[in-house]
């Protein structure tokens, strides 16, 4: 069981800078690939980002390519966004999960996600 705990959302600027925190609960958080996605209003989650169990790999949505970057701290327990250059058209609730593997977490099958946290940018 592993349970997730999202922070850091906010009101920004455009061109902007937030920093997203995951933290995780239970035994087993390096198992899994772990990942962020976002909802805007009267939008569909879609995909930010993913990083795998050791941190090898990174997947990006294009949208965010060069802007946000993520990490993970196993040790910690702990999966950080970097947001970098926000946009007004990035503002959605964030939610951080886990998967088993690279696939389910990047397609939204992740079997544990968090409550989520807004970031507002504003023009």
């Known amino acids: 069981q592993v349970q997730l705990v999202e922070s850091g959302g906010g009101l920004v600027q455009a061109g902007g800078s937030l920093r997203l925190s995951c933290a995780a609960s239970?035994?087993?958080?390096?198992?899994?690939?772990m990942g962020w996605f976002r909802q805007a209003p009267g939008k569909e989650r879609e995909f930010v980002a993913s990083i795998t169990w050791s941190g090898g790999s990174r997947y990006y949505a294009d949208f965010v390519k060069g802007r946000f970057t993520i990490s993970r701290d196993n040790a910690k327990k702990t999966v950080i966004l970097q947001m970098n250059v926000l946009k007004p058209e990035d503002t959605a609730v964030y939610y951080c999960?886990?998967?088993?593997?690279?696939?389910?977490?990047?397609?939204?099958?992740?079997?544990?996600w968090g409550q989520g946290t807004q970031v507002t940018v504003s023009s």
């Open positions: 239970g035994r087993t958080f390096s198992n899994y690939t």
């Open positions: 999960t886990a998967g088993v593997n690279r696939w389910a977490t990047m397609n939204g099958r992740g079997d544990y």
